[in-house]
């Protein structure tokens, strides 16, 4: 779903830093400045200018992580039909994340009318009051996808007099504390390392707000829909890049060295000599279920050895992250997840209607390390695997669950072997 930008301004001097910001965007979509006018004024000017179905508001003081737009385009289609989606902004001066880049409908905003907050000309407070009375849906997620800059203090003054608000005193800024300064170019700069989501904060407390429940839940078919943390810390990960040794996988490594690296965006969970073994013999394999999906690290390299990928996951961020970086950076399309509990009937079902009349290759169970958990993911899964086929235990080393089950399961399947890498988590397999 393609988006057009409006860019609200008072002439501040951060307007440079955030049109840059918007020419560096992944995609190139149509901007429109408007200066100078009350935020209502100019909203409903654009909403009879506007051709595409949605718009982002930025005010010009926001900077965008390049991504940014792409991503908000991403949950409109993850997402769709909602009236307004939200994302946060990262404030480095007050060292806090805040919900701020809004996407709009515009069909709601032509029939929902709007109504100003006296004396400020704002309109999103009442705006969302309106869009929950009338039982529309509201997606805040909380990505972060910029940054939220301090301006300059003569800037923030026009802007407060802009607005007809007192400069001292002023509640907008006794909330706000200034911990530290930063140049506009400082704020831009940092759109690379924005600090990695305070996971305490998450949508679940959102919930619990007046003005939010309906919506959301009715949204979400009340699955948590914290959707995902587009820019984790990128040294970390790429450091975990680093330290895979891919050399002895036959698959293509090209995709994940030099600068692609750091754009795989996942934390590698694995040892990577127990990884490559199962990888190696995974290679050429049709389809692959795995149970436990994490961050996708493994889900990436069975997509690279197999030519289908089913993994099953009961947290949804977990889907939604790594089905972005599956499509949208690596293009492939050969993932399939399911959400849900692995030892649910659904969850099953679910993956039998994926599979229709075909067999399983492997099974990579990796999920509850519990014993319990274990012996139910196998008695559930295992059955799905041909004759021939392969059934992986993952963490069988270390985690004293997965080991008294294998153990178990041993006594009916003999020929289980363990691989063990340098990280010692141990894979136990065995072939059906
Ligand atoms: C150890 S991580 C998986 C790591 C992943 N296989 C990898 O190698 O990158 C375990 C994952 O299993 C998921 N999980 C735990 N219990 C589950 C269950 N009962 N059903 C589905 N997923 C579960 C967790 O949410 C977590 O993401």
Redesign the pocket.
Known sequence: MNVEILVLTNGSTSLEWTMRSLDNQTVKRPVRVMKDMQVIDAMRAFISECETDYFVKVDDDFHLHPYAIEFLEWLLDLIPQSSLYVCNLWEPWARRFRRGIKVYQLEDLKNIPLRAKPGTGRIDRNYLNDLVEQNKKVVIDHSTVGIHSLREEEDRKKYTKLWGRRWRGSSWMKGTPIREKFTQEQQYNMLEEIPYHNTKSRFGDFIEQKHMPKTIKANMDNRTPWVMHLWKDFKRVQKSIATLDFSDLKIDISTVSGKQASRLWFKC??SSAEISKVMEMLAGADVVL?I???????HFLLSKVAHEVIS????FS?LVLCSYIMKKVHKLDNSQFVTG???DVKTVEAVKKILGDRQLDAVYI???HRYE?VMKDHDLYAPLVRDGGMVFF?DYVHEPGVHKAVDEIEKSHRDMRVIVGKGKLGTAWYVK
């Open positions: 969970l694995q795995e436990g999906l994490g961050w996708g690290a493994t099953i996951d009961k947290k977990n509990d692995s030892t990796d999920a509850n958990y993952h």
